[in-house]
């Protein structure tokens, strides 16, 4: 569970990390806070001296709990995974545009071949790429102009 000591609110660029002994690949990750998430953190503030979500009062300790399953099940959500989240929010982001390379970064991926998994759901960016050399034709008779 995410405690204060991993969190930083205090730069202009607010972020918390992941522990290398926490995380899938054992490297620490850094994450970058948007403005969404530095609200729900700066909300919990004074909560709790060591850890960041609490429930009651006291630290949370477990989020699987009897509470969260019955959740679930009116939300209608079966065979739900804890890891399901992290595709989810990966998938946003490439819904979004953000590139594989940004993402790879941002989720703390170690190869690029992970995050391709998600690439078929950002097809817009190959189209905007190809533009990019547009300009350098402009004001050219190309050779595939039909004369009259």
């Given at each position: 569970?995410?405690?204060?000591?991993?969190?930083?609110?205090?730069?202009?660029?607010?972020?918390?990390?992941?522990?290398?002994?926490?995380?899938?690949?054992?490297?620490?990750?850094?994450?970058?806070?948007?403005?969404?998430?530095?609200?729900?953190?700066?909300?919990?503030?004074?909560?709790?001296?060591?850890?960041?979500?609490?429930?009651?009062?006291?630290?949370?300790?477990?989020?699987?709990?009897?509470?969260?399953?019955?959740?679930?099940?009116?939300?209608?959500?079966?065979?739900?995974?804890?890891?399901?989240?992290?595709?989810?929010?990966?998938?946003?982001?490439?819904?979004?545009?953000?590139?594989?390379?940004?993402?790879?970064?941002?989720?703390?991926?170690?190869?690029?071949?992970?995050?391709?998994?998600?690439?078929?759901?950002?097809?817009?960016?190959?189209?905007?790429?190809?533009?990019?050399?547009?300009?350098?034709f402009d004001g050219y008779d190309l050779a595939t102009i039909a004369k009259a």
């Open positions: 569970m995410l405690e204060w000591a991993q969190v930083n609110l205090a730069s202009d660029r607010p972020f918390f990390w992941i522990e290398a002994s926490k995380s899938k690949n054992r490297t620490a990750i850094n994450v970058p806070l948007n403005r969404e998430a530095l609200a729900v953190l700066q909300r919990q503030l004074g909560k709790h001296p060591v850890r960041v979500f609490t429930y009651a009062g006291k630290p949370i300790a477990n989020a699987n709990t009897l509470a969260w399953r019955n959740a679930l099940k009116r939300a209608g959500i079966d065979d739900f995974r804890w890891h399901d989240l992290r595709h989810t929010w990966a998938s946003w982001h490439r819904m979004r545009g953000t590139p594989t390379h940004e993402l790879q970064q941002l989720g703390g991926w170690k190869t690029s071949a992970m995050v391709e998994r998600y690439a078929h759901l950002a097809p817009d960016h190959l189209a905007s790429s190809a533009t990019r050399l547009d300009s350098l």
